[in-house]
């Protein structure tokens, strides 16, 4: 079976090239189309200082149907203002005359530096070269996802096939994310993530599954915990598989893909976090709420003190319960047990003695869990981080406006 | 006039020894006590992992009054169960056979790595070595000052002199504090701090000073945004200077002078806080409410990429609106202005034109301002920050439990 990605469902095409707005000669500008128009729904940040693209975006989308996307990258348009506005809008005119539809039917996207006017000659030539190169094979699809790409090393990409009855349904995605990482996305990411689906669905139904999965997997990654200016995720279904989504089973069949195809492509942000070794998944466990656990866990996945001793392959677990016991969430440190890489290092107040050379070891693997369970409730939550190296700053200390 | 110190202030005497606890052979052993016994407050981590310190230290300032403090470096006391608890009394204990007064009119400190049992024979050795050289001498102030620091560079003192009528007051304080420093004390630090004045004052008046002084300094300073498990801040008055302090004028003179002691301290514990190489002074005005200016303030102080390029000096004021904006705090980005090193970057919605390679000269300097003005409501507020180095990632990744 060819490989799927996210030009597989009937009814995508796409394309990326260089405009020379980042200084790098990869991808700068994508296009994604669907056709006929896709039922859509997106969530975008809740950050009060919005880019341009996630202003205009939010009236778009607001419909429920789109016929595609257009995103730049290396210039975020935010802080831009009244200019940043239009130069967003003139970009949703030259994809629509490029797909044959109205300006309100594309969703633009921006990523890269802050309070920068985009180059608009660069962007109007890099839309008008995109158009002429659109298709739906592989390789279009990875020169749109190297087109939304900025610090991040590597390319995220994520694809399901499952079946509604007989039809075969496919769900694909793409994204992008390493820095200024810490989504609150409502109905909720500079994290951008586009998704398409060939399944038939209501842009009613497609916005409320968008948002549980995304609370479960966007809105559960974090680098370095900061909500950005232009964070989007949006998902286009086409609706040419012929296979219907409604209430009941076939909408937990497409939730239950969407949330995976959602969380892997998470995943994949935090594990390329800026300067970032290793991958942590935090899970909690026993917590009184789901809000306690997601808050306790997030605490832990933020700790630069934790995510420093993660670089080193420390087990300083200290630092762990720290960060568990700073939140209002509830908490007590006796019935608390806590498992690091496998190995419990602390149960219930108390702790439990280990091998600390073979858990620094294990520590050294390029994914690490940390595994808390309070004992106080039911309720369970898991986010994603990475830890902090020597690298990040580099990144973000000699990166020059 | 001779220098003012933490012993400067009549009734006080102190001391500082090597117990061999931290391995630098510096103090880690101190005795401050009081003679007659003072009114007492103190303010503790609102963490709800608690070290066993600060549950025996809460006991112990319930009544308002102490007779002194006990502390020691290089182990934090803290998740180390039933345990600990006993061995913070038996430190209490030792201290009082010194003082001549009950356990109970001592407060234990502890400061270090956590989850490891106290070293009780040395600890045990360097209390009572400690009470053979109790003094009230500057060189007491400083040793003791000394025995209370663990990853700290510098020294942190305070002391100022006031009347109440004809009366001379001294107040003065030491504090430790470096790294996991984001103080949520309630009636709210491992940051310790201890002042001591020769003032005359209730202690239920004493409490609410402190809790006052407390929020607008200790409270308002990060490094990591940790509030650690040992966070103390604890006021002893002697009474001796006979001067009175009670509701009015005088209780105005006292606050103001004890909130000018805590923020220069509170400042030099930002400014030395873990691989920093400067110190952040962020200020916002004109924000809806005293809790929005807080919030906002705080939000910039700790973000990653704001700390980040404020080490490579670089004017990346984008950041900085992106995490004013991330708050739950009203802001509005159309509204708002910001100051950086002096020079206004963003005015009012749009980013305004500077000289990029002379405000990056500014941003050299040892203390940069931040200065927002949200042109919303009359609220404002003050925190103290530093920057991100690689530095940072050394001592937190390097150093192992």
């Known amino acids: 079976m060819a490989q799927l990605h996210l030009l597989s469902p009937a009814g995508f095409r796409a394309s990326g090239v260089h405009a020379g707005i980042k200084s790098k000669c990869t991808p700068d500008i994508g296009l994604l ?13 809740t950050n009060k200082v919005v ?32 200019q940043g506005e239009k130069d967003a809008i003139r970009m949703c005119q030259l994809a629509a005359r490029i797909a044959g539809c109205s300006p309100r039917e594309i969703l ?28 739906n094979s592989l390789e279009h699809a990875l020169l749109f996802a190297d087109a939304i790409m900025t610090t991040d090393l590597k390319r995220k990409t994520a694809a399901v096939e499952f079946k509604i009855g007989r039809r075969p349904v496919v769900l694909a995605g793409v994204c992008k994310g390493s820095g200024m990482i810490g989504p609150r996305l409502a109905p909720h990411a500079t994290m951008l993530a586009y998704l398409t689906t060939d399944a038939q669905i209501s842009p009613a139904l497609l916005r409320r599954l968008l948002k549980d ?70 899970t909690v466990n026993g917590a009184r709420s789901q809000n306690d656990a ?17 670089n080193g392959n420390d087990p300083n677990w200290g630092r762990i319960l720290c960060a ?11 019935k608390a047990s806590l498992r690091l890489a496998g190995t419990t290092v602390f149960a219930r107040g108390r702790p439990a003695a280990f091998d600390a050379a073979r858990l620094a070891k294990a520590l050294a693997a390029p994914e690490v869990l940390i595994q808390l369970n309070c004992n106080l409730g039911p ?15 580099s990144i973000n200390a000699d990166y020059h406006t």
């Open 108 to 135: 633009p996207s921006s990523t890269g530096i802050i309070g920068h006017p985009l180059p608009m000659r660069k962007v109007e030539r890099g839309i008008v070269e995109a158009g002429q190169y659109l298709g």
């Open 324 to 334: 568990a016991g700073m939140t209002p969430a509830a908490f007590d440190p006796l």
């Open 379 to 393: 309720a369970s939550a898991t986010c994603w981080g990475c830890d902090l190296s020597r690298q990040y700053v």
């Open 33 to 45: 189309f669907c056709e006929p128009r896709a039922a859509a729904a997106a969530a975008f940040t």
């Open 213 to 282: 999965a995304v609370d479960a997997s966007f809105n559960a990654v974090t680098v370095d915990d900061q909500a950005s200016t232009n964070d989007t995720a949006c998902i286009l279904a086409s609706g040419a598989s012929g296979a219907r989504i409604t209430a009941g089973r076939s909408a937990r069949l497409f939730a239950h893909a969407l949330t995976e195809v959602c969380q892997f492509l998470a995943r994949q942000i935090a594990a390329d976090g800026e300067g970032a070794t290793k991958l942590l998944t935090i």
């Open 51 to 82: 880019a341009a693209p996630v202003i205009v975006g939010r009236r778009h989308v607001r419909g429920g149907h789109l016929r595609g996307v257009v995103v730049n990258s290396g210039n975020a348009n935010a802080c831009t203002g009244r």
């Open 294 to 310: 997601r808050t306790i866990a997030r605490s832990i996945a933020n700790s630069p003190l934790v995510k420093c001793a993660m």
